[in-house]
């Protein structure tokens, strides 16, 4: 069942791939930007403060856990991550995590706050920059997500970590590019075998691209038709998927909650694991931060897929 589900995936890719997307066609400006701007679901001061966390918890990190920083993963681009290992001599399963920002903001250097957590359970933390927009466009940071992925898996040995479990994940705009690697049809162009993905755990994603070329980050973004297909994860489900998380907040905008449902159920037509999960008294912003704590559901969550490799 599941490898003809697989191949009838495969063949929706490309065009007839383009057939899933049109999330919320029939939202008007109005209703566009409320279902997809976060920033209106908290205060100016929360915001504030979530991101202040992000770093603050970042750069603890990085002053008490052992990490390389600076790596280039990709030439052309001059792009870096910073790779906080989980132990000598360890061949670790990775955790790949892209921050958000609506792919014009933040770095990693807002995204390293899970390591001690993962580093205590044997698991390496990646956390991945990219140019940001409208400096690059789109598919331009694509390109980079997946150049970040190739080196990982390619160097794993030298990284010490296990290239047969890397697990990709991210927020917002993130949990799209992370989904970008689990889509299908690229590997091949980095010399990667068909799945180099173990896993996605996507948090508040986006992963149909239509409604974001209707309202306000086109500003940036200024996606083409074409752009918006080549750019949306759901019209290119693989042949291989690997189980997928995709979770969000109670509290946010019903855009991203749509999104997110609209990921789980084609992940599960098309034959693959995957698992819905929302977070109760989170936001858009706060969620991710549950990841620095071992007993939350998020966490848990995380630690399944890595550790049983199933949702």
Known sequence: MREDSQQQGSQKQGGEGAGRLG????????????????????????????????????????????????????????????????????????????????????????????????????????????????????????????????????????????????????????????AMLVAGGWQSAFDLPEAPVAGLFAISGLFDLTPIARTFPQQWLNLSPADVVAMSPLAHLPRQGPPSVVAHARHEPAGFLRQSAAWRRAWREAGFDARLLEIDDRNHFDIILDLMDEGSEMTRALLSLIENGGV
């Open 23 to 178: 999330l919320d066609a029939d939202l008007d400006e109005a209703a566009l930007l409320a279902a997809y701007n976060p920033k209106l679901t908290v205060s100016d001061a929360e915001f504030e403060a979530v991101i202040d966390r992000y770093l603050s918890a970042s750069q603890h990190a990085a002053r008490t856990c052992r990490h390389r920083a600076d790596i280039v993963f990709d030439a052309q681009s001059g792009q870096t991550f910073d790779l906080f290992a989980a132990g000598e001599g360890v061949r670790a399963p990775a955790f790949m995590f892209i921050h958000g920002g609506y792919w014009r903001g933040l770095s990693k250097h807002h995204s390293a706050f899970m390591a001690p957590m993962l580093a205590a359970r044997g698991i390496a933390t990646v956390a991945v920059d990219h140019q940001l927009s409208p400096s690059a466009t789109l598919p331009e940071i694509v390109r980079q997500i997946r150049a970040a992925c190739a080196h990982l898996w390619k160097n794993a040995e030298d990284l010490g970590i296990d290239r047969n479990r890397i697990f990709v994940g991210g927020s917002s705009a993130g949990g799209h590019l992370a």
